[in-house]
């Protein structure tokens, strides 16, 4: 993808036990029945079907996505529009752990928690330009589109080859009402064109198309084509990285062994605060990672 692991820090998250011990915490901060009002928790549920059929661990994953946030304290946290609820609930703890255990007035602004003494800063969310990318599929239970997952077998990956994205794209849900290819088309809320309109640069062709489609006179298949070519020309620069990195593995593992030793430093200090916080400090430790 271009990211480099000596300015951005790439960790497994597994081998980062402070994240664990939080979500424990943390989870005591949460009543049960808050944490299943999650909109988004509620909406897995219902589209993966699962009814009554899930471990305790599936909500509580959520808190752990708390922990996986407040971990590392940041200010702000780039996310798609359907984790807002998750950094909601973020936000909710750290205000109560630092209202809590740090003492600070429940009256406090926001941006002055860490200020008035707070261990977690209450984070903000950073939207990019698309808010929330659908899946190649049709919609959900609900007769929303459902959003590209990978659980829900609706999603074009970056590691995809050539074969794949057009299979992918030629097989994509688009109007369900346009019965021949001369029928008048629905641009609105169409995934084909929410696709061309994320990622195609040529504004000019998809306002020229996007007015034959609506008369008519372009079908799906023309209109899927150019999307694959645009897909394609966006992936291949991956790829070809890829590539690269699978011929050199020990590369790719010497990022990440460097990335989590990075990451386990700010959280361990983290869990180090917070348990002082929480007068748990009992014992000093340190945490290694091999070699």
Not at 14 to 28: G, K, W, Y
Not at 94 to 121: L, M, W
Request: hydrophobic share 40%; with cysteine.
């Amino acid at each position: 993808m271009g990211i480099d692991p000596n300015r951005s820090t790439l960790f497994i998250q597994s081998e980062v036990p402070a994240i664990d011990e939080l979500t424990f915490f943390f989870a005591m901060l949460l009543p049960f029945n808050r944490v299943m009002r999650n909109p988004t928790l509620k909406d897995e549920i219902r589209d993966k079907g699962l009814g009554e059929e899930y471990s305790f661990g599936f909500p509580l994953y959520a808190v752990g996505q708390c922990a996986d946030i407040l971990t590392f304290r940041p200010a702000l946290v780039p996310v798609g529009e359907d984790q807002l609820p998750h950094l909601e609930m973020t936000r909710e703890v750290a205000r109560r752990f630092n209202q809590i255990y740090c003492g600070v007035d429940s009256h406090t602004e926001d941006k002055d928690y860490v200020a008035r003494g707070g261990v977690f800063p209450i984070i903000e969310p950073k939207l990019g330009r698309v808010r929330r990318l659908v899946g190649t599929g049709g919609p959900g239970p609900s007769g929303e589109l459902l959003k590209m997952s990978k659980s829900l077998n609706n999603a074009i990956f970056l590691s995809d080859d050539a074969d794949a994205v057009q299979k992918k794209v030629m097989g994509m849900y688009t109007d369900p009402k346009r019965l021949r290819a001369t029928d008048p088309g629905t641009v609105e809320n169409n995934p084909l064109w929410i696709f061309h309109e994320t990622f195609n640069p040529d504004q000019a062709w998809i306002t020229e198309q996007q007015a034959a489609y609506r008369a008519g006179k372009v079908g799906d298949v023309v209109i899927k084509r150019k999307l694959v070519e645009v897909l394609n020309t966006l992936i291949e620069p991956i790829r070809a990285r890829r590539k690269q990195f699978e011929a050199r593995p020990d590369d790719v593992l010497d990022a990440l062994r460097s990335g989590t030793r990075r990451a386990n430093v700010l959280a361990e200090e983290t869990l180090t605060l917070a348990k002082r916080a929480m007068k748990q400090d009992y014992f000093s430790r340190s945490l290694g990672i091999g070699g």
